[in-house]
């Protein structure tokens, strides 16, 4: 991603998962039994929607991200026709999210690229992928997997601290967190296994006060510090 994140703090963490196959199993089970259809959050109609929303919602909440979608969508839905809009169009439509300037700049430049090299049409490789500009692996993870149906796990901050806290893939930076998930997701789990984390820590396993009590994997998790009342 073209923008810092600030990682939480975790302990040195093991090798490996901290729950054995059957637990690692259980866990996925249950979050499929209570959401069998997780999705992305950002709106969006094609690939490269879904790759402009995922880009500017680096720093960003996907709200935010649609509010400023529904109408950027509704005049440049396609690469070729923003980059017609222009670095100081797509600017008035996204003012409103964090780095705009930065975002408006890439959005543009990456659309140029789709333009020029991929008869605007979005990449299926990750390497294309990555070569957009302001286009990194967490970028290029969620279109592999949303667009595509790729069975890759983009982390995020709110993966990043499920898989450290639950025990499932803990590790002191993303890339260290995603190929521990990438080996300890059971396989049939690993295509929908991004939405249910994601989720899962953006309204269950929230960094300031975590809903331990409304958790169907709390007896499964390692986190030692569990709220215990609502």
């Given at each position: 991603?073209?923008?810092?994140?600030?990682?939480?703090?975790?302990?040195?963490?093991?090798?490996?998962?901290?729950?054995?196959?059957?637990?690692?199993?259980?866990?996925?089970?249950?979050?499929r039994?209570?959401?069998p259809?997780?999705?992305?959050?950002?709106?969006?109609?094609?690939?490269?929607?879904?790759?402009v929303?995922?880009?500017?919602s680096?720093?960003?909440?996907?709200?935010?991200?649609?509010?400023?979608?529904?109408?950027?969508?509704?005049?440049?839905?396609?690469?070729?026709?923003?980059?017609?809009?222009?670095?100081?169009?797509v600017?008035?439509?996204?003012?409103?999210?964090?780095?705009?300037?930065?975002?408006?700049?890439?959005?543009?430049?990456?659309?140029?690229?789709?333009?020029?090299?991929?008869?605007g049409?979005?990449?299926?490789?990750?390497?294309?992928?990555?070569?957009l500009?302001g286009v990194?692996?967490?970028?290029a993870?969620?279109?592999?997997?949303?667009?595509?149906?790729?069975?890759?796990?983009?982390?995020?901050?709110?993966?990043?601290?499920?898989?450290?806290?639950?025990?499932?893939?803990?590790?002191?930076?993303?890339?260290?967190?995603?190929?521990r998930?990438?080996?300890?997701?059971?396989?049939e789990?690993?295509?929908?296994?991004?939405?249910?984390?994601?989720?899962?820590?953006?309204?269950?396993?929230?960094?300031?006060?975590?809903?331990?009590?409304?958790?169907?994997?709390?007896?499964?998790?390692?986190?030692?510090?569990?709220?215990?009342?609502?």
């Amino acid at each position: 991603m073209p923008c810092a994140q600030a990682w939480p703090k975790m302990a040195r963490p093991r090798t490996e998962s901290k729950l054995d196959a059957v637990a690692r199993r259980q866990l996925f089970e249950r979050l499929r039994a209570s959401n069998p259809r997780p999705a992305t959050e950002l709106v969006y109609r094609s690939p490269f929607q879904l790759l402009v929303s995922v880009m500017l919602s680096a720093q960003a909440t996907d709200r935010s991200v649609n509010r400023a979608t529904k109408q950027l969508f509704r005049v440049a839905a396609t690469p070729g026709a923003m980059l017609a809009l222009g670095e100081d169009g797509v600017a008035g439509y996204i003012r409103t999210i964090g780095l705009w300037r930065v975002k408006a700049r890439h959005v543009i430049a990456a659309s140029r690229l789709l333009v020029e090299r991929h008869r605007g049409r979005v990449p299926r490789a990750r390497k294309a992928l990555e070569a957009l500009p302001g286009v990194g692996r967490k970028t290029a993870n969620v279109v592999l997997n949303t667009a595509f149906g790729v069975p890759t796990i983009a982390v995020d901050t709110h993966i990043f601290r499920v898989a450290n806290r639950t025990g499932l893939a803990p590790g002191r930076n993303v890339r260290e967190v995603e190929d521990r998930l990438m080996n300890a997701v059971p396989e049939e789990f690993r295509a929908d296994a991004h939405h249910w984390l994601i989720l899962h820590g953006r309204y269950i396993c929230k960094a300031r006060r975590p809903a331990c009590p409304d958790c169907v994997i709390a007896d499964l998790c390692h986190y030692g510090d569990k709220t215990v009342s609502r």
